[in-house]
């Protein structure tokens, strides 16, 4: 049983950069096949990806996030992590890590239970 968890303050002040982490347990980042994703839920608005590291170290972003957006990994303690600079309220959300993978068709399979990140001063 793959298990994702989610880690990090709860509150970020504007222009500041959020970092949040995601601990892997039951199965390794690094296995072939897999991507590992961040999506987070602003309040009374849908899911939306923000990007994924995959089980070869690249990156994907969402052209929106892009310039804001940076996932990195570290494999020794198989957790991979955000960071999205210069936030501002609109980044307010419930962010989640998520895995999927070639054998489900690319959709999510593992789901860690979010952390709500909001940001004011």
């Known amino acids: 049983q793959v298990q994702l968890q989610e880690s990090g303050p709860g509150l970020v002040k504007p222009s500041q950069t959020l970092s949040l982490t995601c601990a892997v347990s039951g199965g390794s980042i690094t296995t072939t096949w897999y991507s590992w994703s961040w999506i987070r839920q602003p309040p009374g608005k849908g899911l939306e990806w923000m990007g994924a590291?995959?089980?070869?170290?690249?990156?994907y972003y969402s052209p929106s996030l892009k310039s804001r957006t940076a996932i990195s990994r570290d494999t020794s303690k198989n957790q991979f992590t955000l960071q999205l600079s210069s936030v501002t309220p609109e980044d307010t959300a419930v962010h989640y890590c998520a895995r999927s993978g070639l054998y489900t068709g690319w959709a999510y399979d593992y789901w860690g239970q979010g952390t709500r990140v909001t940001v004011s001063s």
């Open positions: 590291i995959a089980y070869t170290g690249s990156t």
